[in-house]
């Protein structure tokens, strides 16, 4: 039964082609508190529009203002943003496949080239055309509350300011203990290798220098014997 089920959603989103589902209740209240601290912040409003494309209809308008309140044309606003999905589903019999279109549109103060780096932008966070295929609702408001940081980076507005850390004392050191030995052992490792090498070296250099000693004084003695043997009366 549920297989079954499964299987006639598909047939009517693909042969009906008017099945654009909007965003749930919950994504809608979700999403417009986001929107009102961004806009708050930044002075500007943002928002979304869902549209079905072949039908030309608003499945979900929405901004900082509430649900079902637009930005565009809002004396509320002068200054907005807001993205605009138009996603088409295709009949059954059609060659053409299902397909959105999406854009970010806003008040004439902000420029052609900002609009597109923020649309490029919905792309890079994964918000790509196929993603409103698949999910118009949950992609429309994912895209509307990732405007104010894109209109952040193309420079239509200053980044929101980060929430200031609540101040309090600094917490007190841990006892060493084992962790003294456990956080430290590299370079306890460390220190062991390079005191082993310098020993070393110092064993290897007193070796090489009695070496030497060694010699020098069998040289020393192989000369005395033979001066000594020059002075005998047999060499005289």
């Known amino acids: 039964m549920v297989l079954c089920c499964v299987g006639i959603g598909v047939v009517n989103r693909s042969g009906g082609g008017d099945d654009v589902l909007p965003p749930t209740s ?12 961004s806009s708050a912040s930044q002075g500007i409003c943002y928002g979304w529009v869902l549209q079905d494309f072949y039908r030309y209809t608003d499945l979900s308008v929405g901004s900082n203002l ?14 907005w943003v807001q993205v605009v999905a ?9 060659e053409s496949n299902d397909f959105a279109r999406v854009t970010v549109e806003a008040s004439d103060d902000v420029s052609a080239t900002a609009r597109l780096r923020m649309q490029s932008g919905l792309e ?7 993603a409103f295929v698949d999910e118009p609702g949950w992609a429309v408001t994912r895209a509307a509350v990732s405007l104010p940081l894109l209109a952040a980076e193309a420079g239509v507005v200053e980044p929101a300011p980060t929430p200031a850390a609540a101040t309090a004392d ?9 962790d003294l030995w456990r956080d430290r052992w590299g370079y306890l490792l460390a220190a ?4 082993l090498f310098t ?3 110092f064993a290897a250099g007193f070796w090489q220098r009695g070496r030497q000693r060694r010699k020098e004084a069998g040289r020393q003695g192989r000369t005395r014997d033979v001066r000594a043997a020059g002075r005998t009366p047999e060499g005289r």
Not at 170 to 178: E, I, T, V, Y
Not at 192 to 195: A, I, N, Q, R, Y
């Open 26 to 37: 919950q994504e809608r209240g979700d999403t417009v508190p986001i929107l009102q601290r």
């Open 66 to 79: 509430g649900d079902g309140i637009a930005v565009e044309e809002n004396a509320a606003c002068p200054r």
């Open 86 to 94: 138009r996603v088409a589903y295709t009949s059954e019999s059609s």
């Open 124 to 130: 890079r966070l994964g918000l790509t055309e196929d």
């Open 170 to 178: 600094a917490p007190p050191l841990p006892d060493a203990g084992s």
């Open 192 to 195: 062991v290798g390079l005191l």
């Open 199 to 201: 020993a070393l070296l």
